[in-house]
Every structure is written in C-alpha cells, then in structure tokens.
C-alpha cells in the first residue's frame, strides 16, 4: 500500500501547493455565507427562509456563469506550457467579452423571473424580504462574471495566490458591512436581508475592480497584457471559448439545478424546512468549494500534462487528485456528523428548524464521496478539453436520477425534506462513476492516437 501511494507523492505536492490558495479563497466564499446565514438567520426567521429562496435560485445562476468561464483555464494552462504570453492575454480578453455579453443574457432571463416571481409557489409572507433581495442580486451578477475571467486566467498561469487574498479581502469587507447594515450599528440604518444585499454587491464590485487594477499594472503581468487589446477581439477566439464554455455551464447548471428545483420542492413544505434548508445548503457548499479548489488545480495540471501529450502523468494526476479529495471528504464529514445534533444552532434559535437540519445531516454527509469524485474527473476532463459528454453525462445524473428521486423520496414516500436530500447521494455517485467512465475512454483513444488528438475532443 505504502508503495502504491509514493508514486503519487510528486502529484500529491503539485496539487497541493497549487490548489491550496484556490481552497482558502473558495472557504472564504463559504465563510461570508456563514456569516450571511448566521445573521441573517438571528434577525429573522421570515428572512433566513426567504435568503435561502434567493440564494438558491442564483447559485444556479452563479454556478453556471462559473462553468462557461472555466473554458479559460485549460486554453491558459496549454498556452502557459508552450510559453505564449500574447496568446494568453488575447485569450482573456476574448473571455472577458464572452462573460460580460452571458452576464447581460441571464440578467434578461432573471428579469422575467423576477416579474413572474410569484408563480414559484413560496409563501406568502415571504415576497416582501424575496423582491428586493433578488435585485440586488441581479444587479451583482455582471461583477462576478467579471472577477471569473481574471480569476480562471490567474490559475492558469498557476498564480493562484492572487486571487486567493482578493477573494479572502472582499470576504472580510462583505463581513463588516453585514454587521454594520443588517443590524444597523452606529448611523448605519438596520437593514436585516436588504443589508446583507447590499454588503454582497460591495464586495463583488470590490473583487472584480481589483484584480483588473492588478493586472494593468502590476509588472509581474505586463507579459500578458500585450494580447490584452481590444482589437485583439476575434470572432475565432470567441467561438472557442462558447464551444468549451457552454458544455461546462450546462454539466455545472444541470448539477446546480438538482439542488436549486429542489429548493423549490422544499418551498412547498413551509417556512421551517426552507429555513432548514438554506442551514444544509450553506453546510454543504463547505464541502464543494474544497473539492472545488483541489479540483481546479487538477485541471491546470491535467492540461499542461495534455500540452505535453504526457499521458501517464495526466492519469497518474487525475489519481492523485482523487485520491486528495476524497481525503479530506473524510476530514470534514466525520467532524459534522458528530456534531449534528448542535450545528443548526449557530444559524438560528429556533429549535423546531435545528431538529430538521439535525434530521438531514446523514444523506448530506453520505453524498461526500460521489461529489468529490465527480468534482474530481469533471475537472480532469475539463483540462484534457473534453467537454460535450460532460452535458450527457449530467443530464443522466440530475435530471433522470437525482430529481426524480427527490421527488419520490420527499411527497410519493412522505419523506419530506429528509427524502428530498436523500435523493443527491444517487444523482452525485452516478454523476461520479459516469465522468470516470468518459475520462478513462477519452484518455484510451488518447493512446491509440499518435498525434494525440483524442485529447482536444
């Protein structure tokens, strides 16, 4: 056993070192939405359920924009192994005008959602704290495409550190003002759900004007800013980024929308199991955004072994990747299962909705190990630029496994919130198992071919 793992360790320390930063930026990301849950959530009940419907249906959103722009790391990471700078900042430049243009087509999808807001079937009470909370995440939607671009080139290039401190200072500035304007300290007006709004669309201009002022004028980036022109905008460019970008925005939407329709699902059971709900899903995201940052480092990796035809470094990695992840799965479940009992009393005080969180931590903690896996070989394919199976893959996963399942287990069987999260350990594993199969026929036909170009599928 010793044996088999030291083969890995040169994998082990390159992952580590690089996706560590993305870790800590991405458990910064998770600690504002504890802070955001936590407050709000001792402000108020109506509130913490009413977040937890916004902050549902805009995950999908985010995560979605979050895939499409994911088509910039392994363009990046090939052309940072083939030393061509220029044709780095062409490519960001091209992906920053993609972003922008897909931010302005989901602003137009949300507007109509927001004025048909009503036909999602949410309580009541609930439409007075939803309506203005959804504006200001709508209005905060074009910053995080933004930052995106810039954040998938600096990973790229393997400077994940950068945008590891921009990301953890617009954590601590969203922080502050939460307290300042959701219970109104000092002159501050006391804001409740409005202020903590307001506190995400600060830090979200914040981070994305930032790592644009670092860019045009740090030297350490004036490599890059040559390609970095606006009549370097090519029709080309911009097709290639849409025929990798789509792909990944529709794996991560599909994924993304098996918890966001379910939030929908849990609506219709009231107030207490939302408020409950938003509590898991804050939870969980804990988990994700570590398999996510140890995730993206493996498809940095993967598509510089790619660039290089290495073909057994690049399995050997995605290995080691995996075997990463589902490690530290171990480290973090294990810790919120013994604590399941007390964890939904630091989002709020009310007892009936901490004995349903309590209630749901099992499938929560039993879905781990396929989210891990799944996070793992989606990236390995990402860096290895095969990325329409990925769509197939999901659609199998989500929307034939996962939400069907949700549904049966919550109102046919009268689980209720129990059942709908009992549903994600079958949809996650699947979604797992069916992304390994696709990577280790991608990688065959990569070995068959003595041009590699089974890689670029």
């Given at each position: 056993m010793k044996n088999y793992f030291s083969k890995y360790l040169n994998h082990y320390k390159s992952l580590v070192m690089l996706g560590m930063p993305i870790v800590i930026g991405q458990i910064g990301v998770i600690v504002v939405s504890f802070a955001d849950t936590l407050m709000v959530g001792h402000h108020s009940t109506l509130e913490l359920a009413a977040a937890s419907f916004v902050?549902?249906?805009?995950?999908?959103?985010?995560?979605?924009?979050?895939?499409?722009?994911?088509?910039?790391?392994?363009?990046v990471g090939n052309l940072f192994g083939k030393?061509?700078?220029?044709?780095?900042?062409?490519?960001?430049?091209n992906n920053v005008v993609a972003n922008i243009s897909l931010s302005l087509l989901l602003m137009l999808i949300l507007t109509v959602v927001y004025f048909n807001i009503s036909l999602l079937g949410q309580?009541?009470?609930?439409?007075?704290?939803?309506?203005?909370?959804?504006?200001?995440?709508?209005?905060?939607?074009?910053?995080?495409?933004?930052?995106?671009?810039?954040r998938q080139f600096s990973d790229g290039i393997t400077d994940t550190?950068?945008?590891?401190?921009?990301?953890?200072?617009?954590?601590?500035?969203?922080?502050?003002?939460n307290w300042l304007l959701i219970y109104g300290v000092g002159f501050f007006p006391e804001l409740g759900l409005l202020g903590a709004g307001l506190s995400t669309l600060l830090s979200r201009i914040f981070m994305a004007v930032m790592f644009s002022c670092l860019f045009l004028r740090k030297s350490k980036y004036i490599r890059f800013r040559e390609g970095f022109k606006i009549s370097e905008i090519k029709r080309s460019e911009l097709a290639a980024h849409n025929k990798l970008g789509w792909p990944l925005a529709l794996q991560m939407g599909m994924e993304t929308a098996a918890?966001?329709?379910?939030?929908?699902?849990?609506?219709?059971?009231?107030?207490?199991?939302?408020?409950?709900?938003?509590?898991?899903?804050?939870?969980?995201?804990?988990?994700?955004?570590?398999?996510?940052?140890?995730?993206?480092?493996?498809?940095?990796?993967?598509s510089y072994f790619a660039g290089q035809n290495d073909h057994k470094q690049l399995y050997?990695?995605?290995?080691?990747?995996?075997?990463?992840?589902?490690?530290?799965?171990?480290c973090v479940a294990v810790p919120i299962w013994m604590l399941s009992d007390n964890i939904g009393y630091l989002f709020t005080d009310n007892s009936e909705v901490c004995l349903l969180v309590s209630a749901v931590i099992l499938p929560m903690v039993l879905y781990q190990f396929?989210?891990?896996m799944q996070c793992n070989y989606a990236n390995a394919l990402r860096g290895i630029r095969v990325v329409k199976p990925l769509m197939t893959n999901a659609f199998i996963a989500y929307f034939v496994v996962s939400l069907p399942l949700s549904y049966i287990f919550g109102f046919v069987f009268n689980w209720r919130l129990l059942g709908i999260w009992f549903a994600f350990p079958f949809g996650l594993t699947c979604a797992g198992i069916l992304y390994y199969i696709c990577f280790r026929r991608s990688l065959k036909r990569a070995y068959n071919s003595d041009s590699g170009h089974g890689l670029s599928a």
């Open positions: 902050n549902t249906l805009f995950m999908l959103v985010i995560v979605f924009a979050l895939g499409f722009s994911y088509a910039l790391t392994p363009i030393n061509d700078h220029k044709g780095i900042g062409i490519a960001l430049i309580p009541e009470e609930l439409y007075p704290y939803i309506r203005p909370y959804f504006i200001i995440n709508l209005v905060s939607l074009p910053f995080i495409l933004w930052f995106n671009s810039f550190k950068t945008s590891m401190w921009i990301m953890l200072s617009g954590n601590i500035l969203n922080i502050i003002c918890f966001s329709l379910t939030g929908i699902m849990v609506g219709w059971l009231g107030v207490m199991e939302l408020a409950a709900h938003q509590i898991l899903l804050t939870i969980s995201q804990l988990f994700y955004m570590v398999y996510y940052g140890m995730g993206a480092a493996v498809a940095v990796r993967v050997d990695c995605s290995k080691a990747g995996l075997h990463i992840i589902l490690f530290i799965a171990v396929g989210d891990g």
